[in-house]
């Protein structure tokens, strides 16, 4: 099934317009999500086609598959005593404003609380990437171009006293 984008903005407009707080849209080729209000974690969350897919990112997610191997890293980052920023969305992550620019951030940087460390673009529509915390950076877990997860880790840092 194509979604084609105008589809696509009269869903949004549609769910904006009535008293839907959430619109879950689930195909063999895509993922929709659609929330406003509290349950607001992505405006629109598309999974890659096959097509487009990059060759580390699968062409549909493994929800069940990836929740251990996520829950298994953040304890450990902890008892490091590292810090993880997350991805706020699914998307493709970016490490620069754009290509041929300087990454927000590489290995050693120092990071302040707030500063961005890279882009998620969905749907043409590019989200920052912020720091909750100061510190150094430790590991960049993915690299420009890679397909994230919502709330999946993208860079650690040692915070800083």
């Known amino acids: 099934m194509h979604l084609a984008e105008k589809d696509l ?10 008293d839907v707080t959430r619109f879950d849209l689930v195909t063999p080729d895509f993922e929709i999500h659609i929330a406003r209000g509290d349950d607001a974690d992505t405006d629109v969350a598309p999974l890659p086609q096959s097509s487009t897919a990059s060759p580390e990112a699968p062409a549909a997610p493994a929800p069940v598959a990836a929740a251990p191997a996520l829950a298994a890293a953040v304890p450990a980052a902890a008892a490091e005593g590292l810090v993880e920023i997350t991805a706020p969305m699914i998307g493709i992550f970016y490490t620069a404003p754009e290509p041929g620019a300087d990454p927000f951030v590489a290995l050693g940087s120092t990071v302040e609380a707030g500063m961005t ?3 998620v673009e969905a749907m043409k529509l590019f989200t920052a990437v912020e720091a909750g915390a100061g510190g150094i950076v430790e590991q960049m877990l993915v690299s420009n171009g890679d397909y994230v997860e919502f709330g999946q880790p993208l860079v650690r840092l040692r915070p800083t006293a």
């Open 117 to 119: 460390v890279g882009l």
């Open 9 to 18: 903005a009269a869903l949004i407009r549609a769910v904006q317009d009535s």
